[in-house]
């Protein structure tokens, strides 16, 4: 089924769906986006999730982890797990297609060790090579519309899916952290597995670029900040106790290693998203880097 979003008046649209098994247990969605963005330069904290852009518009930057400098994107990127905030910087007008991974869902299609990746973006090319990318770009750039894209999209990711060794015990352990919010002990998901401790971190680094404790931290600070209602007030103690941190400062701590913000500053920017754009189809998480 499409889902198809449009932004506030700088006119982005935004189409996604649910591909068919078994890509769907490797992906949450497939969407299509175009437009201008609502900002010129975006925040992406760390989410539990990969993510592969095929752009088709003007090239895009990103400044990565504790990178300082911008790199340009022009056929697309992909990314695994981040531990760290990016900065994407977008063109006047931009359109892409892309795909929402699950934490292990991009190592199918990889020809590296995710952990090679970790806050290092790559280009598609590096991915996939130049001749399939630029063959790819044009059949998605003569389609007919997103919904035609995304078909086109999904086809080739059916035909580059292969099997991965060890795929299902990350896949099975990395629910558990979701499921848990990111609060469950490392030492019972590797009794649970079944395998030792750095047989566990090892898969994982090979899958999702980074060991099961650090995804668990991004799950559960993800999921911490999901929780928030950032239009009214926020009591950060209560918040902290209630997603089980040590105290507030281990949560402040915790934060700003992730965002590169204090909670405070991260509820001004979110609530300037919420006033400039509401209703944006940007501001599931994103923020304005400006």
Known sequence: MLSRGVGDAVGVEYVSRVPRPPLDGLIDDLYYLAGAPPYARLTLPPMPAALLIVNLGPPFRIRAGTDIETAEYADGCAVTVPTRAFEFGYPPRTRSVGVHLKPWGLAPFLPMPAAELRD??????QVWGRPAVAELRDRLATAAGPHEMLTLLEEELMRRLCATAGLGLVRRTSSVIAATGGTVAIGDLTVAAGVSSTHLAQRFKELVGVTPKRL???????????????????????????????????????????????????????????????????????????
């Open 120 to 125: 290092r973006p790559v280009t598609v090319e």
């Open 216 to 290: 668990a931290r991004t799950q559960r600070l993800a999921a911490t900040l999901l929780t928030i209602d950032f239009a009214g007030p926020i009591d950060w103690a209560d918040v902290a106790g209630g997603a089980g941190y040590f105290d507030q400062a281990h949560f402040g701590h915790e934060f700003r290693a992730f965002t590169g913000l204090t909670p405070t500053r991260y509820a001004d920017v979110r609530r300037r998203f919420l006033r400039e754009h509401p209703g944006h189809v940007l501001d599931g998480w994103s923020l304005p880097a400006d």
